[in-house]
């Protein structure tokens, strides 16, 4: 089974940047889409942002314009810019592989005023 490890979080001022990457311990090449959701403190989990096997992405509208979510061979990442301090939380890979869903472990984000 794929398994998903997510790196790059950490703790940034307000107006800052922070690159997330996700590996995959096997290919995710015939994935019908990857991306990064969220869980805020005290909120639900939410979707940051997908890109599926044809390329199309999605964005929540909360992102859009400061955060890129790309793919390169079996890693996804996601470019964070203009950070603020909603935006903290534990963020989340996620690969649709089939009838299977995989999730990481999560990689924390803490953007401080």
């Known amino acids: 089974q794929v398994r998903l490890v997510e790196t790059g979080g950490g703790l940034v001022q307000a107006g800052g940047s922070l690159a997330l990457s996700c590996a995959a311990s096997?290919?995710?090449?015939?994935?019908?889409?990857v991306g990064w959701y969220r869980r805020a403190p005290g909120k639900q989990r939410e979707l940051v942002a997908t890109t599926t096997r044809s390329g199309a992405t999605r964005y929540a509208d909360s992102v859009k314009g400061r955060f890129t979510i790309s793919r390169a061979e079996n890693t996804v990442y996601l470019q964070m810019s203009s950070l603020r301090p909603d935006d903290t939380a534990v963020y989340y890979c996620?690969?649709?592989?089939?009838?299977?869903?995989?999730w990481g472990q999560g990689t924390l984000v803490t953007v401080s005023s």
């Open positions: 996620n690969a649709l592989l089939g009838l299977l869903e995989v």
């Open positions: 096997g290919s995710i090449n015939r994935a019908a889409a």
